[in-house]
């Protein structure tokens, strides 16, 4: 099974700033099947991010994601106060899909 | 545009097999494949399987043993059961599509989610 390791567990930004969020694997994988997705408090995920690097339909551009191997990254530009958020990234390796713990941004 | 809706009871007695069912609706059942995930009060998400609209399944290896999914192309609707609960059940359970984009399946459509409490 692979592991995803999101880091930081918690980052602290304020809004106009730029935030890196990290998703480690536990080994290689194929970066088409990396995805990332965000999930507002008391809201459903949202897809934000797929093939590591393409956004999803009517995301953003200041979402953008990077990475291959085993060291994914989503950055956001410039933050807004809809993104305070948790983020997840997710990989499916067939049959089966895992997500990472989440890392959550919150207002500093 | 596609909606999702889960349906079922918010309170499931320990031992017992949890059920529940997600109305797809905008869009056919067919020629998708359809997902549960859970989400523990305030944990992250976890995948649990997902069916295929001809009846196909695959189970997340650490539920396996206690997963049922089936499918209604008639009603537009697939079903989750989860027998010999306990408190760990405990979460909010989302139905999801896994939508094929670039030749690779993500979950891009999600219901909102309904909340299944494991107690007795």
């Known amino acids: 099974e692979i592991v995803l390791s999101q880091s930081p567990g918690t980052l602290s930004l304020s809004p106009g700033e730029r935030a890196t969020l990290s998703c480690r694997a536990s080994?290689?994988?194929?970066?088409?099947?990396l995805a990332w997705y965000q999930q507002r408090p008391g809201q459903r995920p949202r897809l934000l991010i797929y093939?590591?690097?393409s956004r999803a339909t009517g995301i953003p551009d200041r979402f953008s994601g990077s990475g291959s191997g085993t060291d994914f990254t989503l950055t956001i530009s410039r933050l807004e106060p809809e993104d305070f958020a948790v983020y997840y990234c997710?990989?499916?390796?067939?049959?089966?899909?895992?997500f990472g713990q989440g890392t959550k941004l919150e207002t500093k | 545009q596609v909606q999702l809706q889960e349906s079922g009871p918010g309170l499931v007695t320990p031992s017992e097999t949890l059920s529940l069912t997600c109305t797809v609706s905008?869009?056919?059942?067919?020629?998708?494949?359809w997902s549960w995930i859970r989400q523990p009060p305030g944990k992250g998400l976890e995948w649990i399987g997902y069916?295929?609209?001809?009846?196909?399944?695959d189970y997340n290896p650490s539920l396996k043993s206690r997963v049922t999914m089936s499918v209604d192309t008639s009603k537009n609707q697939f079903s989750l059961r989860l027998n010999s609960v306990t408190p760990a059940d405990t979460a909010v359970y989302y139905c999801?599509?896994?939508?094929?984009?670039?030749?690779?399946?993500?979950?891009?459509?999600w219901g909102q989610g309904t909340l299944v409490t494991v107690s007795s």
């Open positions: 999801a599509r896994l939508g094929r984009i670039a030749g690779r399946y993500y979950f891009d459509y």
């Open positions: 069916i295929y609209y001809t009846g196909s399944t």
């Open positions: 997710q990989q499916h390796l067939d049959p089966f899909y895992t």
């Open positions: 905008g869009g056919s059942i067919n020629i998708f494949y």
């Open positions: 080994q290689s994988i194929d970066s088409t099947f």
């Open positions: 093939g590591a690097s």
